[in-house]
Each structure stands twice: as C-alpha cells, then as structure tokens.
C-alpha cells in the first residue's frame, strides 16, 4: 500500500466506489480538486483518494451594540451581495457563542442550509 498523485485511469475505479457508497455530495462526484492523490494497494490499484476542495468562506464581524432589527437588515443586505458573488453558495463556520438562536434565525428568515459537520485537519 501507498500513495501517489491521481491520475485519469483511477477516475472511473474511484467513480464506482463513490457510486456504491451512495455518499451524495451536493455537486456529485469531486472534480476539479488541488492536490488530489490516492491510496493503491500492492496491484496499484485506488481504493482511497483525497483532495483539497477551494470553497468560499463566509467571515462576518458584526457590532453587537446596533438594535437588533438594524444588525438583521444589515444582515438581509450582505445576503443580497453574496448571492450575487457566489450564486452556487458559501460556507460559514458559526462559534459555538452564536450558535443557538443565531443558527435558528438565519435558516429561518435567510434560508441558510445545514449541511454536513465540519472538522479541522491538522
């Protein structure tokens, strides 16, 4: 077993694992990864691949201090702007300190989507 770079003949092996996984990402089997590079076994065939997917990240700093309609109308207004820059959608990474009512007021009123639990790699 060991590793090396991906290569186009390991597309459709690594494609028939994903089908028979049925993992069902929002935009189907990964393409277009940076750094992908896969796991083979003695016969140098792929059995695990791993890549690096550039996503938009949505970072907000927001003051407190403003009345809280002003901070959801501000809130309306950047939504405005995103959807226009990034029509496919961002992630956002919400601290535990916000995460209950914040969380619930955005789905609600901005139809923000749960999607899966992220975890940091070091």
Request: glycine share 4%.
């Amino acid at each position: 077993m060991t590793t090396r770079p991906l290569e186009l003949r390991d597309i459709p092996i690594l494609e028939a694992i994903y089908n028979e996984l049925e993992l069902s990402f929002d935009d189907g089997f990964p393409v277009g990864l940076q750094y992908p590079f896969v796991v083979v076994d003695e016969q140098d065939r792929p059995f695990m691949m791993a890549g690096v997917k550039m996503v938009p990240e949505l970072v907000m700093i927001c003051d407190q201090r403003p009345h809280v309609a002003v901070r959801l109308k501000a809130i309306a207004l950047m939504h405005e702007v995103l959807r226009e820059k990034f029509p496919a959608g961002a992630f956002c990474f919400v601290s535990p300190k916000f995460k209950c009512g914040f969380v619930r007021t955005m789905i609600r009123r901005f139809g923000w989507q749960k999607t899966w639990e992220s975890f940091k790699v070091n």
